[in-house]
């Protein structure tokens, strides 16, 4: 993005909340719908971004096979949605940090590998620029990768030229839960996350004296959230104007969470 001038975008907060996973799509499709009026009137103005976290949910693709779970339907350990984004099956739980931007790409570019490719960016700008962890992207596979680990999912819909759904970034997600699905329908890889990432790196400097690292989750995530904003402006060359969260949306904050701990010897 090179634009002279940063387009605005609606900001709405919510990456210390928990938001139940059939509000917040149900939310950005109002959005959509909004949007295209808006444009209907030659008054669309100004883009869209919601960070937050969910409720423990699996979430489907338009085309993604069910064999790709390792439950059935009928008997499903937590709510199953399937959407109409694209890609297969992921995961979405506390720790988990989700970012929905509700794009109009005309105003941006009108290419969705271009689109898709920057989501990647984002993510790996704040791994390089916060955590120092080397991210890549795979050919012929979405996301973001740190060796043979996904730590970031992506899966778009795109309507009329504006785009939403989004990218799921895994900071301190209990990984547990992806041992009852196929992740991104990917038999041969793992999933990973930054606490897990930084825990090896503890472990191998465990015996060193000059490695020294303490910090529990919920700030592991306030950090990545704020990298993640500040890389997504910077790549989407946008302005963002912070709004209250909607009424009628329930939220609840998450429990504390455990903490990752080294003091050199």
């Given at each position: ?36 009026e808006l444009i209907e ?103 973001v990768w740190v060796g ?118």
């Amino acid at each position: 993005m090179t634009n002279e001038v940063k387009r605005s975008c609606e900001f709405y907060d919510m990456h210390k909340e928990l938001i139940p996973y059939a509000e917040a799509w149900s939310w950005q499709k109002d959005i959509v719908k909004k949007r295209k009026e808006l444009i209907e009137r030659e008054k669309d103005c100004s883009d869209t971004l919601i960070i937050l976290q969910h409720h423990p949910v699996y979430t489907l693709g338009t085309r993604s096979s069910e064999a790709y779970l390792n439950f059935s339907m009928k008997n499903a350990p937590i709510n199953v949605y399937r959407t109409e984004r694209g890609g297969e099956v992921t995961y979405h739980g506390p720790g988990q940090l989700v970012m929905y931007p509700i794009i109009n790409l005309r105003y941006h570019k009108m290419d969705l590998h271009w689109y898709l490719r920057a989501l990647e960016e984002v993510v790996i700008r704040v791994l390089s620029s916060t955590f120092f962890i080397k991210a890549s992207r795979i050919e012929g596979l979405t996301g973001v990768w740190v060796g043979d680990q996904k730590l970031a999912a992506i899966g778009i819909k795109v309507s009329q030229w504006i785009a939403y759904h989004g990218l799921a970034l895994n900071v301190a997600t209990d990984l547990t839960a992806f041992g009852q699905i196929v992740p991104c329908g990917i038999q041969d890889r793992q999933v990973g996350s930054i606490k897990g990432l930084l825990q090896e790196h503890v472990s191998s400097n465990r015996r060193g004296a000059e490695s020294k690292y303490d910090i529990d989750d919920n700030q592991l995530i306030d950090i990545t959230h704020k990298s993640l904003v500040q890389e997504f402006c910077k790549i989407f060359q946008v302005h963002l104007r912070h709004k209250p969260i909607p009424a009628g949306i329930a939220w609840e904050r998450p429990e504390v969470l455990h903490s990752i701990t080294e003091k050199g010897d």
